[in-house]
């Protein structure tokens, strides 16, 4: 009988058994830049790693089956992924990107455009109309960012590709914020969904990397080359880590993402917090779309402190679980001021756009206890009165 495996069972799974030589359940791990060939002109699957490797290939896989694509290329980073997506283009092409999508990405795209790699344009995708106008200008690749980061706004993926679909355009989803156990955006009509693994897939805060999924095999071709003549290929030790974190994916999303539930609640009903930004609460502008394309509302959440942006530190400081420092998605809670760490280098105008304030603070839930999270959270936030 052959299983048709879901997708828990895929990622458990994944890589299990392929060890013919000694049979280790757990696929080994292959630290070599090269391997050795039969004979002059003769050809192997693994020649040399930057082209391929055994152990980058087991991440892949398993990266192509949760998102239900035909191919992944595994990068060292997640603004690797992003580069190698955009060799995609040409200069005359145009790339629409969110006006409030991650900073790192947005300052990339921004210098990158003003080299004149591509023409770029940052439009609201929130706004229907925008949407529409801005597939009037004939783009070549539409850049989503769905939940966005910090302020998680949500961006309909399926009416949006079906738009560059018909004008020709490439869509491409970051899909760091959810992971493909919550959102698949290739079934949603986009072609390309990439990721930092360094936050939900790696999941444990030890590796930097990066992946792009697509469902087109003209793409896949194109990726790979790129991947290979650019070098942006992800580790042999970094995709072993990635895919061990990725076995527990589905158990640490479900369980962060309960936390986050209850934790947006409290933030929603306290006195000291003016705004929250959760898609799972009923009163977020994205609630309705969010509900039709996810799986589920994910466990990041940023909301405002009611209170001068002077007494941000006083907060942060009275916090004893909540880490401050970049990143998310690994088991362990953290707390990022978005204004003057992620989102610093997008200068202040572009923030002000974006709804970055001072005031804003983005929490990546973790899988600890709820109790212990609220108390730290509530605690730190009577502080701020
Ligand atoms: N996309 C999003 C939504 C992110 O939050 C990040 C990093 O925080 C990146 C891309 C870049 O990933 P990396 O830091 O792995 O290069």
Redesign the pocket.
């Known amino acids: 009988m052959t299983i048709n495996k879901r997708r828990r069972t895929s990622i458990v799974q994944a890589g299990i058994g392929t060890d013919k030589a000694h049979k280790a359940v757990m696929p080994p791990i292959y630290l070599t830049s090269t391997f050795e060939i039969d004979g002059l002109g003769k050809k192997a699957p693994y020649e040399y790693s930057r082209t391929r490797n055994p152990t980058r290939d087991e991440l892949a896989n398993a990266v192509t089956a949760l998102e239900g694509g035909i191919g992944t290329c595994v990068t060292s980073?997640?603004?690797?992924a992003?580069t190698l997506i955009i060799h995609l283009l040409n200069p005359d092409d145009l790339l629409i990107a969110p006006y409030d999508c991650?900073g790192?990405?947005y300052r990339m795209l921004c210098a990158l455009s003003e080299k004149g790699h591509f023409k770029l344009e940052f439009i609201d995708q929130y706004d229907a109309a925008a949407v529409k106008e801005a597939f009037t200008k004939k783009p070549k690749m539409v850049l989503i960012?769905s939940p966005s980061?910090p302020v998680m706004r949500i961006a309909d993926i399926a009416s949006i590709a079906a738009q560059a679909k018909e004008c020709g355009a490439i869509t491409v989803c970051?899909n760091?914020?959810l992971s493909p156990m919550l959102q698949q955006p290739l079934s949603l009509g986009a072609d390309i969904s990439y990721h930092?693994t360094?936050?939900f897939l790696n999941g444990h805060t030890d590796i930097?990397?990066?992946c792009v999924t697509t469902s087109r095999e003209d793409i896949l071709t194109d990726l790979e080359f790129w991947a290979n003549s650019l070098g942006l290929i992800g580790a042999p030790f970094d995709s072993y880590m990635t895919l061990r974190g990725m076995r527990t994916l589905e158990l640490r999303v479900h369980r962060a993402q309960e936390n986050a539930e209850q934790i947006a609640t409290m933030l929603d009903q306290h006195k000291n917090v003016r705004a929250v930004y959760y898609p799972g609460l009923k009163s977020h502008p994205g609630h309705e779309i969010a509900a039709k394309q996810q799986d589920g509302f994910g466990a990041m959440i940023s909301f405002e402190i009611d209170a001068p942006a002077e007494k941000a530190a006083a907060f942060i400081d009275a916090l004893e679980l909540f880490r401050l420092a970049?990143?998310?998605g690994g088991t362990e809670s953290l707390i990022n001021h978005p204004a003057s760490m992620?989102h610093v280098s997008m200068g202040a105008e572009a923030r002000a756009k974006a709804g970055v304030t001072d005031q804003l603070f983005r929490l990546s839930i973790g899988v600890e206890h709820i109790e212990d999270l609220l108390a730290d959270l509530e605690h730190a936030l009577a502080q701020v009165a």
């Open positions: 980073s997640g603004m690797a992003l991650y790192r990405s960012e980061n970051d760091t914020f930092s360094t936050k930097v990397g990066g970049q990143s998310l992620t």
